[in-house]
């Protein structure tokens, strides 16, 4: 029996193509794990009558860590986010996203080692919409003229934006508690308490009062739109950066642009109870089943998930392979090309795997 029993939830686009190419390179890592796997997308409604299968959801809970790609979400219409789902029905409240350059990728700057806490489980991701012109919506808009809350076009949709002093609580802890567990010396709030008085403004009075535990820590916090132009000027200025949802979420992908781009960028959704590690980026449509996405975010993903199972030695063979691949830079995927402004060909995502592979099998 092996040592580690994970559900691997493929998903669907490129998610087929970076999973195949994670399990290769665990194995290839000496990793003894079993992969239970589990299906979401959209592929899964004729045959279960939803994208996600509650035998899914069972089997993380059983196992407790899962690895999971890139699952398609129609916009504007259609089912509502499998991943929003995932995180609500296993309570993943924390995003965890570590943004580090990789010398060799071409990334905007080299010296980017951030942290990106993002609240998972409310704000505007809460789900609370109203149709414009439902019965619903009709109420709501009439509600908030008698309360004197302002006035909205009888003509709006509307989507609500809850932030709990539970929920913020949590996650600024969490942020801090990283903090001091990995040896960071700076947690920054960001939020647009300025504006959203009672949302984000609750947000940041709870950071506030959660860093008093914490004086060993240094504590600021940024204006949102401050927060971008600081870290698009000099990201070396963050260390641990907590967000509630949206803007945890725009920022991610904003700090992976400044490390070497989507094709690296891991992450994790950590509950107290489940942990499902996944990559920052989506499905790729636009390259999905041609062997040319990269893998790596998939596969740093797979070491924060072997760390999280104490394997550690595997997880830092993982990531000196990856260092030492793009070291050189002969076997890179197109993304990568495209951003060392490199006229050499790029390689197909078997091709990468196949060389991490190599690399692993040697004494590194
Ligand atoms: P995306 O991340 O899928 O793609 C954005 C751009 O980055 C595309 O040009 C794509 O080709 C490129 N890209 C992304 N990952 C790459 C990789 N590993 N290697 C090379 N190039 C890569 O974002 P997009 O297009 O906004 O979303 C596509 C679908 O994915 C949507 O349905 C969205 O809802 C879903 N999505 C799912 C996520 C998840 O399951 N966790 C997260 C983000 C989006």
Same mark, same amino acid.
């Given at each position: 029996?092996? =040592? !580690?029993?994970?559900?691997?939830? *493929?998903?669907?686009?490129?998610?087929?193509?970076? %999973?195949?190419?994670?399990? =290769? +390179?665990?194995?290839?890592?000496?990793?003894?794990?079993?992969?239970?796997?589990?299906?979401? /997308?959209?592929?899964?409604?004729?045959?279960?009558? %939803?994208?996600?299968?509650? %035998?899914?959801?069972?089997?993380?809970?059983?196992?407790?860590?899962?690895? &999971?790609?890139?699952?398609?979400?129609?916009? /504007?219409?259609?089912?509502?986010?499998?991943?929003?789902?995932?995180?609500?029905?296993?309570?993943?409240?924390?995003?965890?996203?570590?943004?580090?350059?990789?010398?060799?990728?071409?990334?905007?700057?080299?010296?980017?080692?951030?942290?990106?806490?993002? @609240?998972?489980?409310? $704000?505007?991701?809460?789900?609370?919409?109203?149709? @414009?012109?439902?019965?619903?919506?009709?109420?709501?808009?009439?509600?908030?003229?008698?309360?004197?809350?302002?006035?909205?076009?009888?003509?709006? /949709? #509307?989507? #609500? =934006?809850? #932030?709990? +002093?539970?929920?913020? $609580?949590?996650?600024?802890?969490?942020?801090?508690?990283?903090?001091?567990?990995?040896?960071? &010396?700076?947690?920054?709030?960001?939020?647009?308490?300025?504006?959203?008085?009672?949302?984000?403004?609750?947000?940041?009075?709870?950071?506030?009062?959660?860093?008093?535990?914490?004086? @060993?820590?240094?504590?600021?916090?940024?204006?949102?739109?401050?927060?971008?132009?600081?870290?698009?000027?000099?990201?070396?200025?963050?260390?641990?950066?907590?967000? *509630?949802?949206?803007?945890?979420?725009?920022?991610?992908?904003?700090?992976?642009?400044?490390?070497?781009?989507?094709?690296?960028?891991? /992450?994790?959704?950590?509950?107290?109870?489940?942990? +499902?590690?996944?990559?920052?980026?989506?499905?790729?449509?636009?390259?999905?089943?041609?062997?040319?996405?990269?893998?790596?975010?998939?596969?740093?993903?797979?070491?924060?998930?072997?760390? !999280?199972?104490?394997?550690? $030695?595997?997880?830092?063979?993982?990531?000196?392979?990856?260092?030492?691949?793009?070291?050189?830079?002969?076997?890179?995927?197109?993304? #990568?090309?495209?951003?060392?402004?490199?006229?050499?060909?790029?390689?197909?995502?078997?091709?990468?795997?196949?060389?991490?592979?190599?690399?692993?099998?040697?004494?590194?």
């Amino acid at each position: 029996m092996a =040592k !580690h029993v994970v559900t691997l939830i *493929p998903g669907d686009g490129i998610g087929l193509e970076t %999973s195949a190419a994670m399990q =290769k +390179v665990v194995a290839a890592a000496g990793a003894d794990i079993e992969w239970e796997l589990a299906e979401a /997308g959209a592929h899964m409604i004729e045959s279960c009558g %939803s994208p996600l299968p509650e %035998s899914t959801i069972e089997s993380v809970r059983r196992n407790k860590v899962a690895i &999971k790609g890139p699952v398609t979400t129609p916009v /504007g219409t259609g089912f509502r986010s499998v991943n929003v789902a995932l995180r609500k029905a296993l309570n993943l409240n924390v995003c965890l996203r570590p943004v580090l350059s990789i010398p060799g990728t071409g990334s905007r700057y080299e010296d980017v080692n951030l942290v990106v806490v993002r @609240e998972n489980s409310e $704000d505007l991701y809460a789900g609370v919409e109203f149709e @414009e012109g439902s019965e619903g919506a009709k109420k709501l808009i009439a509600f908030c003229e008698e309360q004197g809350a302002g006035t909205i076009r009888p003509d709006s /949709g #509307i989507s #609500i =934006k809850p #932030i709990s +002093v539970t929920a913020s $609580d949590a996650i600024v802890e969490f942020a801090f508690e990283y903090a001091k567990k990995h040896g960071r &010396k700076k947690v920054t709030a960001a939020h647009k308490a300025n504006i959203m008085k009672y949302s984000d403004g609750l947000f940041l009075r709870e950071a506030r009062k959660v860093a008093e535990s914490y004086p @060993e820590i240094e504590f600021n916090d940024n204006i949102i739109d401050a927060f971008c132009m600081n870290l698009v000027m000099d990201p070396s200025r963050f260390d641990v950066i907590v967000f *509630p949802n949206l803007y945890g979420d725009i920022a991610s992908d904003l700090c992976a642009g400044l490390a070497g781009g989507l094709g690296i960028a891991p /992450g994790a959704n950590i509950g107290p109870e489940y942990a +499902v590690f996944e990559a920052v980026h989506g499905s790729a449509p636009d390259i999905a089943g041609q062997d040319k996405c990269n893998p790596t975010a998939e596969i740093l993903s797979a070491a924060m998930m072997l760390d !999280h199972l104490g394997e550690f $030695d595997c997880a830092e063979r993982i990531r000196a392979a990856v260092r030492k691949i793009y070291s050189d830079a002969s076997v890179v995927t197109g993304d #990568i090309r495209y951003a060392t402004n490199s006229d050499k060909p790029a390689a197909s995502c078997t091709a990468f795997t196949d060389e991490l592979c190599r690399i692993l099998s040697e004494d590194l």
